[in-house]
């Protein structure tokens, strides 16, 4: 049976005063594979709500290169997560994901909800599919994480407790999550980028049902993708929680799996934080 030494110290530490340390770990020691998953579905989330979709069409950064749109996100968050978001190089991230994004107009409610994603959609997918499920600790973290990355990108009326903060995760998606054209392209260049990481193109059709199998209905609706077959959701959400089961008898990682140390497909030689992100032309389209 896999040790819980990593978890016995979370448990020992207090959530709103330690967040930083707990999200650290459950991001970096307990489960690297499932929040990096579970934030790129938070993405893809955002892409159902046609404001947000539609701005990520406007700027044509999906057709130029979803690899370079993934790569940035990746990073600049990912800088934060490792180095803490007061470090040095976690100003530094937040100080360019609020120039991007002051490029743009994007309205305090789209802002509020992305980040509800980063927050709740860890969870989830942990709850889900993870070799144990996250403890109170860890899900109160995640939630003071965020919201302290939220004041510091200037995001208002934040609410000020996780379940109010869920609520409003909820209603927005009810009251936006709607197909539009703009929505469907950026979801179809995620999909293929997602697919294009195991699969050579002319296999493309038969990875898309499972990538569909990962999405629920609201979301395949808002996409206009087709629902998969109940068989298939089962047996992809099986081998999820097989894994899962075996990741139980394994001993506990050692080492930290940190996202920025391998060379991202972007940037085979390294990177500038100061770098990432859309080019001035590109937010110059998004804002026509």
């Known amino acids: 049976m896999r040790r819980r030494t990593i978890l016995d110290h979370i448990l020992s ?43 990520l069409d406007r700027t044509g950064e999906f057709a130029r290169g979803a690899q370079k749109r993934y790569d940035d996100t990746d990073l600049i968050l990912s800088e934060m997560l490792e180095h803490g978001y007061d470090s040095e190089r ?27 994603t980063f927050t709740f959609e860890p969870i989830r997918w942990v709850d889900r599919f993870g070799w144990r499920p996250m403890v109170e600790q860890e899900k109160l973290a995640q939630y003071y994480y965020w919201r302290q990355v939220g004041r510091r ?45 195991v699969l050579p193109r002319s296999l493309y059709g038969f990875g898309e049902p499972v990538i569909y199998a990962m999405l629920d209905d609201p979301l395949l609706e808002a996409f206009g993708f087709p ?16 894994r899962a089961k075996l990741l139980r008898l394994l001993p506990e ?13 972007t940037y085979p030689k390294g990177y500038r934080i100061e770098d990432l992100g859309p080019s001035l032309e590109d937010a110059k389209h998004g804002n026509d």
Do not use: C
């Open 90 to 116: 976690g100003r530094a991230a937040i100080r360019r994901l609020n120039q991007i994004h002051g490029r743009f107009q994007i309205s305090n409610e789209d802002f509020l909800y992305v980040l509800s």
């Open 227 to 242: 629902k998969p077959p109940l068989r298939l959701r089962q047996f992809v959400h099986g081998l999820l929680r097989a």
């Open 253 to 265: 990682r050692k080492r930290p799996k940190l996202r920025t140390g391998p060379r991202k497909p």
């Open 153 to 197: 990108m200037n995001i208002k009326d934040i609410p000020e407790s996780i379940d109010t903060f869920e609520r409003y995760n909820i209603d927005y998606e009810r009251e936006h999550f709607v197909y539009s054209e703009a929505n469907q392209r950026i979801a179809i260049a995620t999909r293929d980028l997602f697919l294009g990481w």
């Open 13 to 55: 530490l207090e959530p709103e005063r330690d967040h930083q340390e707990i999200v650290y770990l459950v991001t970096f020691r307990e489960f690297p594979f499932d929040i990096t998953r579970s934030l790129e579905f938070a993405l893809f989330r955002t892409f159902a709500a046609p404001n947000i979709g539609g701005l």
